[in-house]
């Protein structure tokens, strides 16, 4: 026999339904869901009280072992502590800045096909790798949206020709 039963969430207040009387606990179920149930739960001063007791001096067993086992030598991707320069100037501060004043001067918009925001990157008008000196000057950089950064001559590993 399956009954129709209805229950209000003490919290949130929304209407919860079960559609037969079989399922364990239904007479204690006081919320929606775990999460309400969780967000529901109020302690008396007392009971943090004796929380807060029980909790001092226990540590996590593995409070900073996983990073001194795994971290330098130890480490399975360890390459002999050698990151590749060019890898280290793409990821650097002045890169990120560089990248964001771009950005702002071209007012997020592709410099191609002039579409707004989308997936912008910005773009070295003479290559990152030949011209070590222009590679942070604002002048050499532009926003493009990405389809438009691939039909580049230098975008990728094509071959580059510069002409003056």
């Known amino acids: 026999m399956y009954l129709?039963?209805?229950?209000?969430?003490?919290?949130?207040?929304?209407?919860?339904?079960r559609e037969g009387a079989?399922?364990?606990?239904?007479?204690?179920?006081k919320y929606c869901s775990s999460r309400c149930?969780?967000?529901?739960?109020?302690?008396?001063?007392e009971t943090k009280a004796k929380v807060s007791e029980a909790k001092k001096g226990c540590h996590p067993w593995n409070k900073g072992i996983k990073n001194l086992l795994q971290s330098g030598?130890?480490?399975?991707?360890?390459?002999?502590?050698?990151?590749?320069?060019?890898?280290?100037?793409?990821?650097s501060f002045e890169m990120r800045n560089w990248r964001k004043e771009v950005f702002k001067r071209d007012d997020?918009?592709?410099?191609?096909?002039?579409?707004?925001?989308?997936?912008?990157?910005?773009?070295?008008?003479?290559?990152?790798a030949l011209f070590?000196?222009?590679?942070f000057t604002l002048s050499?950089?532009?926003?493009l949206c990405k389809q438009c950064h691939r039909k580049t001559p230098t975008w990728g590993n094509k071959k580059y020709v510069h002409i003056n």
């Open 132 to 135: 070590k000196e222009l590679r």
């Open 37 to 45: 149930g969780r967000l529901g739960r109020v302690m008396s001063d």
């Open 4 to 17: 129709k039963q209805s229950k209000t969430c003490k919290k949130c207040f929304i209407l919860i339904v």
């Open 140 to 143: 050499n950089g532009r926003t």
């Open 108 to 128: 997020y918009i592709c410099q191609i096909c002039k579409e707004r925001g989308g997936r912008l990157e910005a773009d070295h008008i003479k290559p990152f």
């Open 73 to 91: 030598e130890r480490n399975g991707n360890w390459k002999g502590g050698i990151t590749p320069i060019n890898k280290l100037i793409r990821e």
């Open 22 to 29: 079989t399922k364990q606990n239904w007479n204690k179920k």
